[in-house]
């Protein structure tokens, strides 16, 4: 009897060393630069300024690593959104088609992933790869790299740089698609087929699933996910520039992997995703508090993602 109650309530700590690793690292900040204002409000309604748009990404990228597939041009694709809504306002076109054409972007480039890595059989990796570079000389080329201001007041607030009191709107967002991503991948049939499919692709194929169209809808829902994250990008930073995203990819895989999600596919979870998303932001915060120069915090954030990849080797 007792050892059932034992194996009951047993504890398993790598399952959940995100969560751990995010209280240990957050207490660790709050201490060492309590002095410099970590705890305050501002700050951090800043973390989660900083972590909304990685989340949204990365909630996408959930799908895509689950699946045994991977995703590196959601940068790019976040950067080329971010300008195509910020030239449709310009263009006094209105929110309406701004956010048709931003999220349109994203779709359209995931289609076209989706398409190369279900129907032609090229790997992920290296489609992502090439469209990666593609996407970023587009954005680029389509504005001889000068940025887009945004003076729409009302898609400013709505889209990154409001707040509901103490609350930024990002952060609403960021929940908002937690949620809807939640009950996608845990609790219907498409998010069980991306599982079985990261899982054994054989096997789910057996079994009647089909493989290839999974595959078709991880990377197109990728690229919906970086269409919006380009577009509160936009809203954020109240302009469109193709910097936007530059080395987000790493990130948001490294959020994902640090959540839980195994790197060779088959077992994920959107919690933490986003958990692996704050902490990366809160890592990201405070390396810039500490007063770390650029140099320093892209090596930190090296080794972590090499940490992350470690973990989904183990799991």
């Given at each position: 009897m007792q050892s059932k109650i034992k194996g009951r309530f047993r504890f398993d700590w790598q399952q959940n060393?995100?969560?751990?690793?995010?209280a240990f690292?957050?207490?660790?900040?709050?201490?060492?630069?309590?002095k410099d204002g970590f705890l305050s409000v501002f700050n951090i309604a800043?973390?989660?300024?900083?972590?909304a748009i990685i989340s949204v990404m990365a909630i996408g990228m959930t799908f895509v690593i689950s699946a045994g597939e991977i995703d590196l041009s959601v940068g790019s694709i976040t950067a080329l959104s971010a300008l195509s809504t910020a030239l449709v306002l310009d263009a006094g076109l209105g929110i309406i088609i701004a956010l048709i054409v931003g999220l349109a972007t994203g779709m359209f480039f995931g289609v076209v992933n989706g398409f190369f890595v279900s129907q032609i059989g090229i790997p992920s990796f290296l489609v992502t790869l090439g469209m990666m570079g593609t996407i970023r000389g587009t954005a680029m080329w389509l504005t001889d790299t000068k940025p887009i201001p945004i003076l729409n007041d009302t898609y400013n607030f709505w889209f990154g740089s409001g707040n509901i009191g103490l609350i930024p709107i990002l952060f609403f967002w960021m929940i908002l698609i937690g949620l809807i991503g939640y009950v996608v991948y845990n609790k219907t049939t498409f998010g069980r087929h991306t599982l079985a499919v990261g899982g054994?692709?054989?096997?789910a194929k057996y079994t009647g699933v089909k493989t290839s169209l999974i595959k078709f809808k991880v990377m197109a829902l990728s690229g919906l996910m970086a269409g919006l994250a380009g577009m509160l990008y936009a809203g954020r930073m109240q302009s469109g520039r193709y910097t936007f995203g530059e080395g987000d990819e790493l990130s948001v895989i490294a959020a994902v992997i640090l959540g839980g999600t195994s790197l060779f596919g088959g077992m994920g979870t959107i919690i933490g995703t986003l958990v692996?998303?704050?902490?990366?932001?809160v890592i990201n915060n405070g390396l810039i508090i500490a007063g770390l120069d650029v140099s320093q915090q892209m090596i930190i954030r090296g080794l972590i993602i090499?940490?992350?990849?470690?973990l989904g080797k183990k799991k």
């Open positions: 060393i995100v969560f751990i690793a995010f690292v957050f207490i660790f900040f709050a201490i060492t630069l309590y800043n973390i989660f300024r900083q972590t054994n692709e054989k096997a692996g998303a704050l902490l990366m932001g090499i940490l992350a990849v470690a």
